[in-house]
């Protein structure tokens, strides 16, 4: 009898313990916030829509967060759908900034028009270090 309750208190004693050293430590967050967004209500094929994609600096306080070293600085890529054909736009891949509480924006434009039916639902925004480039994206996915 005393082995079954030995097991379940030992238990809830090493998920409290877990969750008070887990508070302890700072969280971390990534101190810009990205957005993707087009006004277009409705694509029809070969008709040429912009999409805007901006990323803003928030200001964190570095005594209740942990923010990693150049978390400020990025570099992004957009993965399209299939049938998407970019036309225009500041948006090309690996474009990227470091953002500042004296810079705390950045909007890029992609212009574009869809050729061919698509059958996904949705663009990729991803996000890399500032040294991103293909060699990066090629180890990923490797």
Same mark, same amino acid.
């Given at each position: 009898?005393?082995?079954? #309750?030995?097991?379940?208190?030992?238990?809830?004693?090493?998920?409290?313990?877990?969750?008070?050293?887990?508070?302890?430590?700072? +969280?971390?967050? @990534?101190?810009? #916030?990205? $957005?993707?967004?087009?006004?277009? &209500? #409705?694509? $029809?094929? /070969?008709?040429?829509?912009?999409?805007?994609? =901006?990323? $803003?600096?928030?200001?964190? /306080? +570095? /005594? %209740?967060?942990?923010?990693?070293? @150049?978390?400020?600085?990025? *570099?992004?890529?957009?993965?399209?759908?299939?049938?998407? =054909?970019?036309?225009?736009?500041?948006? *090309?891949?690996?474009? &990227?900034?470091?953002?500042?509480?004296?810079? +705390?924006?950045? =909007?890029? =434009?992609?212009?574009?028009?869809?050729? $061919?039916?698509?059958? &996904?639902?949705?663009?990729?925004?991803? *996000?890399? #270090?500032?040294?991103?480039? /293909? @060699?990066? @994206?090629?180890?990923? %996915?490797?």
């Amino acid at each position: 009898m005393y082995k079954k #309750h030995f097991t379940p208190t030992l238990l809830c004693l090493a998920l409290l313990l877990l969750t008070t050293i887990q508070s302890f430590s700072n +969280p971390k967050i @990534d101190p810009i #916030h990205f $957005s993707i967004k087009t006004d277009a &209500g #409705h694509i $029809s094929l /070969n008709e040429e829509f912009e999409i805007k994609i =901006t990323a $803003s600096y928030i200001t964190l /306080n +570095p /005594n %209740q967060v942990f923010i990693f070293e @150049d978390s400020n600085s990025f *570099r992004l890529k957009v993965v399209t759908l299939d049938g998407f =054909t970019q036309t225009g736009g500041t948006f *090309r891949d690996f474009v &990227g900034a470091e953002l500042t509480a004296s810079k +705390p924006s950045v =909007t890029y =434009t992609m212009k574009g028009k869809f050729t $061919s039916q698509s059958n &996904g639902s949705g663009f990729l925004l991803l *996000r890399s #270090h500032k040294n991103a480039t /293909n @060699d990066s @994206d090629e180890k990923v %996915q490797k």
